[in-house]
């Protein structure tokens, strides 16, 4: 067997779960490579360019800020253990967001990093819900996600405290959307996991978008040590016994590792080592996500304040009785979705992003864009792009304002075919597996997930998968 | 080594493991979780840069004498002392 090089550890995927578990190792020692299929960084939140934009992929707002000085949450636990500076992410908080119901928005939930402002808003609209409220208020409070909490309905358990089911979808309504690989339901501790982020925390951007974090992150790794790869994809994963012994790349290369972190997904790392042995020894098998998304993205030569969209950064919006998180039958669900406006977080007095961008997310059908013949997909796209856009700008605050998307200088679109090519995750799935692994253990024994499918969420939930497989499974082995 | 100095290397370690931590008035004999927001990643990346930095091994069993700046002097004073004499 013709044998290249051995590494303590070996990651699969530069993403910002594999960036993060790789600075950890490096920081102490490990010999790290991480082996990287694209030429860029990022994996599910990266950023490409085109005519001379760039466009993030994947990052509406890091959620999770909290402001200098609050200990004890998921932030402050990813700037120790990573060793950054705060103001190294140069995260500038939101302005102010809503959950939009109604076919223009009619009922209305306000949020901000204040989470005052939402229970008044909730105390307003829904007076007969507010001791229920607050009671799971309370209960998300106290909800610690871990591995060992039982399996809970999200729906069930905000159902028992919240009588309105308005008011049920308003609340389901975010977490769904940044985080729900299940269709119309999440797991509760995950539910709490992102309330907490989003609304406890809070919404925050760096102005030069994801590619400030990744390059923090990708410069942390270098310095520490770490080797990356990139172009690099692999091809499968050669286990003997039960363990892995090696990694095959695309290139036919053979590398070595005494442990190997895998950040692409759960299926799709069970497919690299043949299946079969993985399947067989699996408690549960894992079925890939079927959850994904297009999204749009218009550029003005303005801000979108003057365009109707005051200071709203973030707009979950849903025009129906009910909300249908859920695979559409058609190509693109456009009856709710989640706008961004990136140019509406607080970057200071001075500071203005070039253009005026208006992101808009909908529910979309992998099956129905990955047959579609190269002539419909393109006609396809440029087709959905207008009515995703126009049924997002129903929910402007100023709807007043006679303007409308057509008047973008640019646009750009992708798909669940795009998502799949550039990240690998089947179906394009974007929030992975429904099926979680949260211990991050597999059918191998020195082989880990992490990442989207071990199941911690979002920017912050990334880098803190990468960290905590990281400890578990090498550091605090080897501690002792 | 004295045991102030084996202080000091400890209060070097935990000010960059968590340097939004106000480490001037640490009183010597009380837990560190008691007077810090330290939670178990912290406690073991003390471990770790203690390795990374000195050389110094701390078993898992061993972990609850790092408690405080007086339990951590104790017990790592003679491993810094063991070191230093072999070297």
């Known amino acids: 067997m013709k044998t290249g090089a051995h590494y303590d550890v070996v990651i699969i995927g530069a993403g910002l779960s594999g960036l993060a578990a790789g600075i950890r190792l490096a920081h102490f020692g490990k010999r790290v490579c991480i082996f990287e299929r694209h030429s860029a960084p990022g994996g599910l939140n990266s950023f490409y360019s085109i005519g001379g ?48 119901f109604g076919p223009r928005g009619e009922l209305s939930l306000r949020f901000t990093n204040d989470f005052g402002v939402f229970e008044s808003e909730v105390a307003r609209l829904f007076p007969g819900c507010v001791d229920g409220f607050q009671r799971l208020v309370r209960r998300l409070r106290e909800t610690i996600f871990s591995p060992d909490s039982p399996a809970l309905s999200a729906r069930a358990v ?34 709490a996991m992102l309330f907490q982020a989003v609304f406890f925390e809070g919404l925050a951007r760096p102005y030069e978008g994801i590619r400030r974090i990744l390059r ?34 695309e290139s036919g290369e053979e590398v070595g590792a005494d442990t190997v972190l895998s950040s692409i997904g759960r299926v799709e790392t069970e497919a690299l080592s043949g299946g079969g042995e993985a399947g ?20 003005f030569d303005r801000e979108p304040a003057s365009l109707g969209w005051g200071d709203n950064t973030t707009v979950f919006y849903n025009d129906s009785e009910r909300l249908d998180y859920s695979v559409p039958e058609g190509q693109v669900d456009v009856r709710s979705g989640v706008i961004c406006i990136p140019n509406n977080f607080d970057y200071g007095p001075e500071k203005r992003l070039p253009e ?34 126009a049924s997002a700008w129903r929910f402007r605050p100023e709807a007043g304002v006679q303007e409308s998307f057509e008047s973008a200088v640019a646009t750009d679109m992708f798909t669940p075919r795009t998502v799949e090519r550039f990240t690998g995750h089947r179906n394009g ?24 499918d071990q199941g911690l969420l979002g920017i912050m939930g990334s880098m803190l998968s990468g960290i905590t497989m990281a400890n578990r499974h090498v550091l605090s082995r080897t501690a002792g | ?13 935990i000010s960059d493991i968590a340097p939004d931590e106000d480490l001037s008035n640490l009183k010597p004999d009380v837990r560190l979780r008691d007077q810090l927001q330290l939670d178990s990643m912290d406690f073991l990346d003390i471990v770790m840069e203690l390795r990374k930095r000195h050389g110094i091994e701390v078993p898992e069993a061993d972990y609850p004498k790092l408690a405080s700046l007086d339990s951590c002097a104790d017990y790592l004073t003679p491993k810094f002392n063991a070191l230093a004499a072999k070297s």
């Open chain 1, 158 to 191: 905000v159902g028992e405290h919240v009588r309105d089911p308005v008011l049920v979808d308003m609340l389901m309504c975010v977490p769904l959307y940044y985080g729900s690989a299940q269709e119309n339901d999440m797991d509760f501790g995950q539910f």
């Open chain 2, 1 to 13: 080594m004295t045991k102030d100095e084996c202080k000091k290397a400890v209060i070097a370690i």
């Open chain 1, 216 to 249: 923090l992150l990708v410069d942390k790794y270098r310095q520490a040590g770490g080797e990356r790869r990139m172009n690099c994809g692999v091809r499968s994963i050669v286990a003997r016994n039960g363990r892995v012994e090696a990694l095959v790349m």
């Open chain 1, 429 to 452: 799935a974007i929030y992975g597996s429904p099926t979680k692994s949260l211990l991050g253990t597999t059918a191998f024994s020195n082989l880990y997930l992490c990442g989207t």
């Open chain 1, 356 to 389: 005026g961008i208006v992101r808009v997310t909908c529910l979309a059908n992998y099956d129905r864009w990955a047959r579609l013949p190269e002539e419909s997909y393109t006609a396809d796209k440029k087709r959905w792009f207008g009515e995703i856009q």
């Open chain 1, 280 to 299: 067989a020894g699996s408690a549960s098998r894992s079925v890939a996500g079927r959850v994904t998304f297009v999204e749009t993205m218009a550029i």
């Open chain 1, 53 to 100: 934009r760039k466009f993030d992929v994947g990052l509406h707002a890091v959620t999770n800020y909290v402001r200098p000085g609050v200990k004890g949450t998921p932030l402050g636990r990813i700037l120790r253990q990573l060793r950054l500076d705060r103001d190294e992410l140069g995260l500038c908080e939101q302005r102010q967001s809503r959950v939009a």
